[in-house]
């Protein structure tokens, strides 16, 4: 079962920031919390990770609470082409046996609107 | 820098069939995963290959079966088709596996399957 918690649908007006929360209250010390998008019929697409401290490149900003049981992705001006179902994964990358596997839940569509 | 590539894109086959669907992960990358994709169930992962050994393997009955070979492409095949199998089926391959740390998967376009 999936380890995270989103909510299913969020809309958001295009140029303006989406928010995109998840819960991961059972996260253990050495799980990295890994976010990815698919846009209708494409494949997923890898977006950010981190561990503890927050993470920005250029898709997005990646905050990740104090003890680390929540965190937001945050897509500072969201665009038409941002639509698309957003998941929020935790994924064990150092040693252990399910390090392959990702565990998708239902995600967050995510519609922005003109 | 090419993508990872799946092929056939589309497919058809007939109950109790057999299909062998493709992957070839992007130059330089070593671990290959695939995954299930239907509205009902969502994604599921259903095996990561890793220098041609089977690494890590999701909850799916035998029919579905893969191999990765010593270029680092893989197959996927499944054994007599049952309608439930209709699914988009996804291949994502990365630079390494357990232990080393990487930039997320690539994930492929996908094969979508219809079985009738």
């Known amino acids: 079962d999936a380890k995270t918690t989103q909510p299913p649908s969020m809309d958001c007006a295009e140029g303006r920031a989406a928010n995109l929360p998840c819960n991961h209250s059972?996260?253990?010390?050495?799980?990295?919390v890994y976010w990815y998008r698919q846009i209708h019929s494409q494949g997923p697409q890898y977006i950010i990770h981190?561990?503890?401290n927050n993470e920005t490149n250029e898709m997005a900003s990646l905050i990740i609470t104090e003890d680390r049981k929540s965190s937001t992705l945050i897509l500072p001006h969201a665009t038409l082409r941002d639509t698309a179902v957003y998941y929020c994964?935790?994924?064990?990358?150092?040693?252990?046996?399910?390090?392959?596997?990702?565990?998708f839940g239902q995600g967050t569509t995510l519609q922005v609107k003109p | 820098k090419a993508g990872v590539t799946q092929t056939p894109r589309y497919l058809i086959k007939t109950r109790g069939q057999q299909v062998t669907l493709s992957c070839s992960p992007i130059?330089?990358?070593?671990?290959v995963s695939w995954y299930q994709q239907t509205p009902g169930q969502g994604l599921q992962f259903l095996f990561e290959?890793?220098?041609?050994?089977?690494?890590n393997k999701g909850n799916f009955p035998g029919r579905f079966s893969g191999r990765q070979f010593s270029n680092s492409r893989s197959e996927m095949n499944v054994s007599t088709l049952e309608l439930g199998d209709s699914a988009l089926y996804l291949c994502?391959?990365?630079?390494?596996?357990?232990?080393?740390?990487?930039?997320?998967?690539?994930f492929g376009s996908g094969t979508r399957l219809t079985v009738v």
């Open positions: 994502a391959s990365s630079t390494g596996w357990a232990g080393v740390m990487d930039y997320g998967y690539t």
């Open positions: 059972t996260i253990s010390g050495n799980e990295y």
């Open positions: 981190g561990l503890k």
């Open positions: 994964i935790v994924r064990d990358s150092h040693g252990s046996s399910n390090t392959g596997k990702l565990i």
């Open positions: 130059s330089g990358h070593r671990s």
């Open positions: 290959y890793f220098s041609e050994t089977q690494r």
